[in-house]
């Protein structure tokens, strides 16, 4: 029953996603992909698959670079596509998942306006998701109180900025600091609201954001080997849910080198062989690894938010794939093209 009122409002969407999620590039395409001698000929596989001409009205030759913005650009328009068929509540749900990459965007725009960068080149290097009406008003800020004021009166991010932070928090010391205190403000409140989802929704999103919790834990313990940042700080800045959370967060907040890390993390069942190198497989290696199955699992169920959030990151990391084949094609670097992760 539960199927026949999401479908009134949701139905529609979650078909099209599903359409999205069907169309990423099989085993077979990434095989074909890696058999490319020269960019024009990844342009050519390409071609073959939903991606069609994206790249039809490149001027000059190809490069890498250019290769990721049209991919970019392809996930943009699909995801505003969806965004404005949405309605309450799945259109707050996607407004969340913005939400991450405004938070990337302004600290990119804190960041230039405390070096007295051209704030408006900035602006160019946003990423397209985490655009908001205010965000060209923040180039009119000339100094970090400025920043500061309009930030917290006129994004989408205010609550944020005004529950964690202050305008003396604002210096180039803190800045990483910043961001990691917005995004476990940002954390906690998504995996609040997705817990009054409907379910499946709720508890496939409750599994997918306890992994990128954890995710942010494990990273923060390991960036502040070597750092002023105290336990107290680490704790601060580790979201309050997760598989790691009480027990796991309070270690590794104390952790003090790398070998306490990996044994509180693989503790967790879920999180065995993360720090194992002997594949060639880095610890950032291991996490999309894990991220792609969380996706592949979310797929499984029907009548679902939780599609959504699964075929943006699974986009992602298909793109991040076809960067890292073109980039070993054009650096020559063969014998490397298979270190991709696999999607589906």
């Known amino acids: 029953?539960?199927?026949?009122?999401?479908?009134?409002?949701?139905?529609?969407?979650?078909?099209?996603?599903?359409?999205?999620?069907?169309?990423?590039l099989t085993g077979?395409?990434?095989?074909?992909?890696?058999?490319?001698?020269?960019?024009?000929?990844?342009?050519?596989?390409?071609s073959a698959t939903d991606y069609g001409n994206f790249l039809a009205n490149v001027p000059g030759s190809l490069s890498t670079s250019i290769i990721a913005e049209k991919a970019n650009e392809k996930l943009i328009e699909e995801f505003r596509y969806i965004q404005k068929q949405a309605v309450q509540p799945l259109s707050k749900f996607m407004d969340f998942i913005t939400y991450?990459?405004?938070?990337?965007?302004?600290?990119?725009?804190?960041?230039?306006?405390?070096?007295?960068?051209?704030?408006?080149?900035?602006l160019e290097r946003c990423n397209p998701l985490g655009w908001f009406e205010s965000l060209p008003a923040l180039c009119v800020a000339t100094n970090v109180e400025e920043l500061y004021n309009t930030v917290l009166i006129d994004t989408p991010l205010a609550p944020y900025f005004k529950d964690c932070l202050s305008a003396a928090d604002l210096d180039?010391?803190?800045?990483?600091?910043?961001?990691?205190?917005?995004?476990?403000?940002?954390?906690?409140?998504?995996?609040?609201?997705?817990?009054?989802?409907?379910?499946?929704?709720?508890?496939?999103?409750?599994?997918?954001?306890?992994?990128?919790?954890?995710?942010?834990v494990i990273n923060i313990s390991l960036n502040s080997f070597g750092t002023e940042i105290t336990r107290e700080e680490r704790l601060q800045l580790a979201p309050k849910f997760g598989k790691l959370y009480p027990q796991g967060t309070e270690a590794l907040a104390s952790a003090d080198d790398i070998e306490q890390v990996r044994m509180t993390v693989e503790a967790v069942g879920d999180y065995k062989g993360f720090f194992d190198t002997s594949n060639n497989k880095?610890?950032?290696?291991?996490?999309?690894?894990?991220?792609?199955?969380?996706?592949?699992?979310?797929f499984t169920q029907q009548f679902t938010y939780s599609a959504i959030w699964a075929w943006i990151k699974a986009?992602?990391?298909?793109?991040?794939?076809?960067?890292?084949?073109?980039?070993?094609?054009?650096?020559?670097?063969k014998e490397r093209i298979q270190n991709y992760i696999s999607v589906f």
């Open 1 to 24: 029953m539960e199927g026949v009122f999401f479908n009134n409002d949701n139905g529609y969407i979650e078909g099209i996603v599903r359409g999205y999620r069907s169309a990423l």
């Open 28 to 46: 077979a395409n990434y095989a074909n992909l890696t058999q490319c001698d020269t960019l024009e000929d990844l342009k050519l596989q390409l």
């Open 100 to 122: 991450a990459y405004m938070i990337d965007n302004v600290a990119l725009l804190i960041t230039g306006t405390l070096h007295e960068r051209d704030t408006h080149e900035l």
């Open 172 to 216: 180039d010391l803190n800045i990483e600091i910043i961001r990691n205190t917005l995004y476990r403000a940002y954390l906690e409140d998504f995996y609040a609201f997705c817990k009054n989802l409907p379910n499946p929704s709720n508890e496939i999103m409750a599994a997918l954001l306890d992994f990128e919790g954890d995710r942010r």
């Open 282 to 298: 880095s610890l950032e290696d291991h996490f999309y690894l894990r991220e792609m199955e969380l996706c592949r699992n979310a």
């Open 315 to 333: 986009k992602e990391q298909e793109i991040r794939n076809i960067t890292w084949i073109a980039e070993c094609i054009a650096q020559n670097q």
